[in-house]
C-alpha cells in the first residue's frame, strides 16, 4: 500500500505542476481574480475527472486478464509519463498576463480539463492500470493511490495559486523552475518503470 501511496503522490504532483492548459489558468485566474479564482480553478479535476476514471477504469477492467492488453497500456503510460517529464524540464518561467473580466473561475477550470486529451490519456495508460494492480492488493491499497494522487494534484495547484497571489516573482523564479526539473527526474525514473513493466507483460524481457 505504501508503493501505491508513493506512485499516487508523485504523479499527483508530475499532473499537478506540469505545464498545461489548467496550471496555465489557475495562474492567469490568480492574477485576474485573486487566489479565490485560482483555488476554484485547481478544483476543477474533482468535477471533470470522474467520468473519465470510471470509463477507463471499466474498460481495462473488462480486459484485465489480457496481459497483452495491458503491457501495451504499460508501455502507452510510460510514453505519456516520459512526456510530462520533457515538458517539465522545457517549462519556462511564466509571465503574468493582463486584463480583467468577470470571475467565472471553475467553469473555466472545468471546460480547460475536460477539453484538454491529457486527463483521458493519463487514466486510460497510467491512472487505471495502476489502479487495477492496487485493486489486486485490496481496497486500502486503491484508497491510498487515488486519495495521494488527489491530495497532490489539487494541493500542488491550490499552493501554486497561493504562491502566485503573494508574489507574482514566483513565476520567474529559480525555485519554480529547479521544482519542475527535480519532478522531471522523478517522472522519468517513473517512465522507466512503466516500460519495464509493460515488456515484462508482453513476454519481452
Known sequence: M???LT???LLGLGAGLSPGPLLTLVITETLRHGVKGGVKVALAPIVTDLPIILGAFFLLWRWADLNGLLGMMSLLGGLFVLYLAVDSFRAPGAAPPAGTGPPRSLLKGVLANALNPHPYLFWITVGAPLMLKALNLGVPAL???LGAFYACLLGAKILLAFLVGRSRRFLAGRV???TLRGLGLLLGGLAWFLFRDGL???GWI
Do not use: C, H, Q, V
Request: proline share 0%.
Open 7 to 9: 506512485i499516487g503522490g
Open 200 to 202: 515484462k507483460l508482453l
Open 143 to 145: 484508497i491510498a493511490f
Open 2 to 4: 505504501i508503493d501505491f
Open 176 to 178: 519554480y523552475l529547479y
